[in-house]
């Protein structure tokens, strides 16, 4: 049996990746990303919709910090509904390095970021293919994020052979799939410190990191 194929994926962080910052609010890093099955345009179209039924500007953009938490509820069911939402994140809790100077002195927090994505981007591929990912400007410079893109294809092509991945940055204002990511990893977030209130977010977000077919895994320990 083939492994599944989804068309695209958005990456986004929630948090930092400074475990010296535990600041209220910023005691988890998430890292996540979230594909579908269907193209950009399916995206563009359905996210349209919900932007005309919200009352908002044609491209405004959907933050998981912004909207309020009905609409992250409604963009959510959107994907899953008729998107075939796939969802992986890690969440790292920041506890741990509290009081063990060598993962404080570990990787710079822009290297823990890469580490992290790419850990979370290898189980993922475990169990999928994926046409395109796109991903948000976390990682600063060209050659930065050229490295990045070299990494992601190589994990890919260990779990797929023959198989082409395109990987692309974006703001996440000009992209619905890094905006979904967005809301995915910052409701994970508050879900796990217990701070969702809307019960149809909480629903979602409970079924999204239950489900078999995603990998949503923590709070793990700082450095692993």
């Given at each position: 049996m083939s492994t599944p194929a989804l068309r695209c994926a958005g990456l986004d962080r929630s948090g930092t990746p400074?475990?010296?910052?535990?600041?209220?609010?910023?005691?988890?890093?998430?890292?996540?990303?979230?594909?579908?099955?269907?193209?950009?345009e399916e995206v563009r179209d359905g996210f349209s919709s919900?932007?005309?039924?919200?009352?908002?500007?044609?491209?405004?953009e959907f933050h998981g910090r912004q909207c309020p938490e009905w609409i992250q509820a409604r963009v959510l069911r959107t994907a899953d509904d008729t998107m075939g939402l796939r969802v992986a994140a890690f969440i790292y809790e920041k506890q741990s390095a509290a009081h063990n100077p060598a993962l404080q002195s570990g990787p710079t927090p822009a290297r823990f970021q890469v580490q992290a994505a790419l850990a979370l981007l290898e189980r993922f591929f475990s169990q999928h293919r994926l046409e395109t990912l796109w991903c948000d400007e976390d990682i600063q410079g060209r050659e930065q994020q050229k490295a990045f893109e070299t990494a992601v294809k190589r994990l890919h092509r260990a779990?797929?052979?023959?198989a082409r991945i395109n990987v692309r940055h974006r703001?996440?204002?000009?992209?619905?799939?890094?905006q979904l990511a967005d809301i995915a990893v910052y409701g994970l977030s508050r879900?796990?410190?217990?701070?969702?209130?809307?019960p149809e977010?909480?629903?979602?977000?409970?079924?999204?990191?239950?489900?078999?077919?995603?990998?949503v895994e923590g709070p793990l320990p700082w450095g692993e």
């Open positions: 400074d475990p010296t910052e535990r600041k209220t609010g910023r005691e988890l890093y998430v890292v996540g990303l979230t594909a579908v099955s269907v193209g950009m919900i932007r005309r039924e919200c009352g908002m500007k044609p491209h405004e779990a797929h052979a023959g703001p996440s204002k000009s992209n619905d799939l890094i879900l796990t410190r217990g701070l969702v209130k809307d977010l909480r629903r979602l977000l409970e079924a999204m990191r239950d489900a078999a077919e995603n990998v």
